[in-house]
């Protein structure tokens, strides 16, 4: 079994050799797909790192866009243990960035991981105001959708697109779940979602269970 703790390590400090070398080497023992879901835990743990080196000036925006884009490669060679490949058969999920935030790196961590766990995944994109979520609803008609956002100000803008979806008459019909560093139980029920998290992996489960 791969030392997910160097692992974690090894992603925090941008090490793309290494953490290729580490996941061919993981792959080549033909591990299980609990144990693929041990190491995507572990390379999210190693973002955290980075966010830390971020907020401590050492890293800079572009070691946070190379981080994501590393991530997601770690993530697509693991995508075939992880799940039935993304055929949709689980159902749909529209996903998105709320309004007045920019952010997509979880969201597309989160897009990888569910759409190798067989979910058909709609990404809106980034900075979506609520008649965008509320549209894409209506025409993909989702098992669930999942807001992204990182900033404390997307808070509001969840809440602010549930909203639209009752007033759409929508919201008995989907579940809601929230995720990023904004999010938390007090923020969960404050804008009326189902569920809340700040691990990916977390979220499929909570994602398989609703299904």
């Known amino acids: 079994m791969i030392d997910t703790a160097k692992l974690k390590q090894t992603v925090g400090e941008l090490d793309e050799g ?18 693929a879901k041990k190491v995507v835990e572990a390379c ?7 966010g830390n080196n971020f907020e401590k000036g050492e890293y800079f925006v572009g070691d946070l866009i190379f981080a994501g884009e590393l991530l997601t490669a770690c993530i ?12 949709g058969e689980r159902g749909v999920i529209v996903l998105g960035t709320v309004e007045g935030d920019i952010h997509d790196i979880g969201k597309n961590i989160f897009k990888g991981m569910a759409e190798a766990a067989g979910f058909k995944v709609v990404d809106i994109g980034i900075d979506q105001k609520a008649e965008v979520f509320v549209q894409a609803v209506k025409e993909n008609k989702p098992k669930i959708v999942g807001f992204s956002g990182v900033l404390t100000l997307s808070i509001d803008s969840m809440k602010k697109t549930i909203e ?13 779940i929230i995720g990023g560093n904004a999010v ?28």
Do not use: H
């Not at 290494?18 to 144990?35: H, I, Q, R, W, Y």
């Not at 009326?192 to 977390?202: Q, S, V, Y």
């Open 18 to 35: 290494t953490v290729n070398k580490m996941l061919d080497e993981f792959l080549a023992s033909k591990p299980s797909g609990d144990d």
């Open 164 to 176: 639209a979806f009752k007033g759409a008459g929508l919201r008995d019909g989907v579940k809601v």
């Open 44 to 50: 999210q743990q190693g973002m955290e790192v980075v």
């Open 76 to 87: 697509d060679k693991l995508k075939p243990l992880l799940g039935s490949g993304g055929g």
């Open 184 to 211: 938390n139980p007090e923020a969960c029920a404050y804008v009326g979602a189902d569920a809340w998290t700040r691990n990916a992996a977390e979220a499929i489960k909570t994602c398989g269970g609703w299904v």
